[in-house]
C-alpha cells in the first residue's frame, strides 16, 4: 500500500508565493517520475509540473518561470515551489507519482487526495 500525502496549500494573495510538498509512504521499492496536476473547477485537471528519478523536469507554458519543482529522494518527497502567482493559478493540485513496490514489479500511478491553492487579493 502506497500513500501520498501533500500540504502547504492555502491562500495567498497575487504575487505571492507558496510551497506544496508531497510525500510518498509505504511500500516502495523505486520511485520513478514525480508530478503535480491541477484541476480548477469546471476544467480537466492538467499536468503542472513534472520531474524524473533523474532529475529532468518539463513545466505548462503557464507556469514556467513561476513554478519550481524539485524532489528529495532520500525523503521521498516532492516540492513545488510556486511564485508570482496568479488568480488562475487557483485550482485543487494533486501530487502524482508512478511507484514499484518490489523488484520486476510494473510501476502503478498514486495520486494524493489534492490540497486546495486560492490567489485572491
Do not use: H
Request: glycine share 10%.
Amino acid at each position: 500500500q502506497v500513500q501520498l500525502v501533500e500540504s502547504g496549500g492555502g491562500l495567498v494573495q497575487p504575487g505571492g508565493s507558496l510551497r506544496l510538498s508531497c510525500a510518498a509512504s509505504g511500500t516502495i521499492y523505486t520511485i520513478y517520475a514525480m508530478g503535480w496536476y491541477r484541476q480548477a473547477p469546471g476544467k480537466q485537471r492538467e499536468l503542472v509540473a513534472r520531474i524524473t528519478s533523474r532529475g529532468s523536469t518539463n513545466y505548462a507554458d503557464s507556469v514556467k518561470g513561476r513554478f519550481t519543482i524539485s524532489r528529495d529522494n532520500a525523503k521521498n518527497t516532492v516540492y513545488l515551489q510556486m511564485d508570482s502567482l496568479k488568480p488562475e493559478d487557483t485550482a485543487v493540485y494533486y501530487c502524482n507519482a508512478d511507484i514499484s513496490s518490489a523488484p520486476y514489479r510494473a510501476q502503478i500511478g498514486y495520486w494524493g487526495q489534492g490540497t486546495q491553492v486560492t490567489v485572491s487579493s
